[in-house]
């Protein structure tokens, strides 16, 4: 048994050392609708453009601990905005751990991100199951009392911010409503729970997934943006619509993405990190960067257009 065991040990750590557990990967049949040139370990970081007049804009989700490794990922978040003027976050839950006092929302919140508010940065919450449903009165969040609502930054661009702890039927009657009144080319919508996942801890919301996919692919989403796992993975993409989570603005579970899943176009599991994005015309542009700046993951999507 013991060298049946090497070998396999062996195997393993050759599958590290290649990146195959990182491996990219085309989607079902007919997903060919969302393009991808993505980044490999061997392969080019693709640049975010930083084109005068695109749309740019940061995702960050289970963030607020309050601990140093946050604002660490903070002070990364500051120093990309410098050279990449970006004017909105989205964030896609578990936005305070613990308690929820005043003194809370400063420590968790308003310290670690007040370079970015200073400069006029727009942050956009969505509820994660640790956050108090009172959170949607705090002004910096921009929800205006609302659980879920949406917005358009630009007239091609319109963002859909759901509360998916409480998917209540009010809740999926209104969406479908808003998705199919919006004319905007660009559909994106962010929560907290997500309907594809790799995560060990969580993993796929299949349930929710059975409410809220056939209508994200009836009324034309491109772009699904969640948290709840603990890491950060770009999934391949479902149906010609890009899914991503980005569930480690301040948690770690370190190690917590299942590499046999086949889900995973690109995982990133050993620290921190958050996701900037750019849209220019029918292409939005990624990168997900680092508590340490590294960009982890990079590449250019083509958004999904009306098959009628």
Request: some cysteine; aromatic content about 12%; proline content about 5%.
């Given at each position: 048994m013991?060298?049946?065991?090497?070998?396999?040990?062996?195997?393993?750590?050759?599958?590290?050392?290649t990146g195959v557990g990182c491996r990219n990967g085309?989607?079902?049949?007919g997903a060919s609708v969302v393009?991808?040139?993505?980044?490999?370990?061997?392969?080019?970081?693709?640049?975010?453009?930083?084109?005068?007049?695109?749309f740019r804009f940061a995702v960050l989700g289970d963030f607020g601990t309050g601990e140093r490794v946050q604002y660490q990922l903070a002070e990364q978040m500051a120093a990309l905005h410098k050279k990449f003027k970006y004017d909105f976050v989205m964030l896609v839950g578990d936005n305070l751990y613990g308690s929820e006092r005043p003194q809370d929302f400063q420590?968790?919140?308003?310290?670690?991100?007040?370079?970015l508010l200073d400069a006029g940065v727009k942050f956009y919450a969505s509820l994660g199951n640790h956050d108090a449903r009172e959170q949607r009165y705090y002004k910096p969040f921009n929800m205006e009392g609302q659980l879920y609502y949406t917005f358009n930054p630009k007239p091609d661009i319109r963002f859909f911010a759901l509360e998916?702890?409480?998917p209540v039927p009010e809740q999926i009657q209104w969406v479908e409503k808003e998705l199919k009144a919006s004319t905007s080319d660009w559909k994106i919508v962010f929560f907290h729970h997500p309907l594809y996942s790799s995560g060990d801890r969580h993993g796929s919301d299949v349930r929710l997934r059975d409410v809220l996919e056939p209508?994200?692919?009836?009324?034309?989403?491109?772009?699904?943006?969640?948290?709840?796992?603990?890491?950060?993975?770009?999934?391949?993409?479902?149906?010609?619509?890009a899914y991503f989570v980005v569930g480690s603005g301040g948690q770690l579970r370190a190690g917590n993405i299942d590499r046999q899943s086949g889900l995973?176009?690109?995982?990133?599991?050993?620290?921190?990190a958050f996701m900037a994005a750019e849209i220019v015309g029918d292409q939005m542009y990624f990168n997900a960067i680092s508590r340490t700046g590294q960009i982890v993951d990079s590449g250019v999507l083509t958004r999904r257009k009306p098959t009628s």
């Amino acid at each position: 048994m013991r060298p049946r065991y090497l070998s396999v040990l062996a195997l393993l750590f050759t599958l590290l050392l290649t990146g195959v557990g990182c491996r990219n990967g085309n989607s079902i049949p007919g997903a060919s609708v969302v393009e991808a040139q993505q980044s490999s370990v061997a392969e080019a970081t693709v640049p975010l453009p930083n084109r005068d007049g695109s749309f740019r804009f940061a995702v960050l989700g289970d963030f607020g601990t309050g601990e140093r490794v946050q604002y660490q990922l903070a002070e990364q978040m500051a120093a990309l905005h410098k050279k990449f003027k970006y004017d909105f976050v989205m964030l896609v839950g578990d936005n305070l751990y613990g308690s929820e006092r005043p003194q809370d929302f400063q420590k968790k919140f308003e310290l670690p991100y007040k370079p970015l508010l200073d400069a006029g940065v727009k942050f956009y919450a969505s509820l994660g199951n640790h956050d108090a449903r009172e959170q949607r009165y705090y002004k910096p969040f921009n929800m205006e009392g609302q659980l879920y609502y949406t917005f358009n930054p630009k007239p091609d661009i319109r963002f859909f911010a759901l509360e998916s702890t409480y998917p209540v039927p009010e809740q999926i009657q209104w969406v479908e409503k808003e998705l199919k009144a919006s004319t905007s080319d660009w559909k994106i919508v962010f929560f907290h729970h997500p309907l594809y996942s790799s995560g060990d801890r969580h993993g796929s919301d299949v349930r929710l997934r059975d409410v809220l996919e056939p209508l994200f692919l009836k009324y034309n989403v491109s772009i699904v943006l969640t948290g709840h796992d603990h890491f950060y993975e770009r999934v391949k993409p479902q149906k010609g619509i890009a899914y991503f989570v980005v569930g480690s603005g301040g948690q770690l579970r370190a190690g917590n993405i299942d590499r046999q899943s086949g889900l995973t176009a690109k995982g990133f599991d050993t620290d921190l990190a958050f996701m900037a994005a750019e849209i220019v015309g029918d292409q939005m542009y990624f990168n997900a960067i680092s508590r340490t700046g590294q960009i982890v993951d990079s590449g250019v999507l083509t958004r999904r257009k009306p098959t009628s």
